[in-house]
């Protein structure tokens, strides 16, 4: 690693800690020439998780689609910002730990259910009016019927 100080290359480590829940180290380092101390960060490089859509088209993912959909669904609902990020972590979460490095806009959609479904019944209804794209109201009511009868 390069001094700032003096732009030597040759340092030792004087302390590490881990940081951010253990995704990167911080390192305090001092210059063999100069005996400047400075702080180096290492994180992880992470390769981005793309996103399948329907129409076959990749985009990378980000947690704040799935942010914006699960808060239009909550809105007006006693469902709390705590609880919403709760969701989003389990959901990122579950993504990354299966997923590898592309993932199903539909496998991210059903993990948005399978939870809301447990939290709100009714926040749940209107994501899958969006997320399923019903038709007509006999498709909407076989829908409610099922949480009814499921839940």
């Given at each position: 690693m390069k001094c700032p100080f003096c732009e030597n290359i040759e340092d030792k480590v004087l302390e590490s800690r881990e940081i951010e829940e253990g995704k990167a180290v911080r390192?305090?380092?001092e210059c063999q020439s100069c005996r400047g101390r400075f702080t180096s960060y290492e994180r992880v490089e992470e390769k981005p998780i793309m996103v399948i859509k329907r129409d076959g088209r990749r985009e990378q993912f980000t947690r704040e689609k799935i942010e914006a959909g699960i808060s239009r669904a909550c809105e007006?609902?006693?469902v709390s910002s705590l609880m919403i990020d709760g969701l989003l972590d389990e959901i990122?979460?579950?993504i990354h730990r299966e997923a590898g490095r592309e993932v199903?806009?539909?496998k991210i959609g059903e993990l948005v259910m399978d939870r809301l479904q447990?939290?709100?019944k009714i926040a749940y209804v209107r994501f899958a009016t969006v997320y399923r794209k019903f038709e007509d109201?006999?498709?909407f009511v076989k829908e409610v019927k099922e949480i009814s009868i499921g839940g």
């Open positions: 390192r305090r380092r007006k609902r006693p990122e979460k579950e199903a806009s539909s447990k939290v709100d109201l006999s498709e």
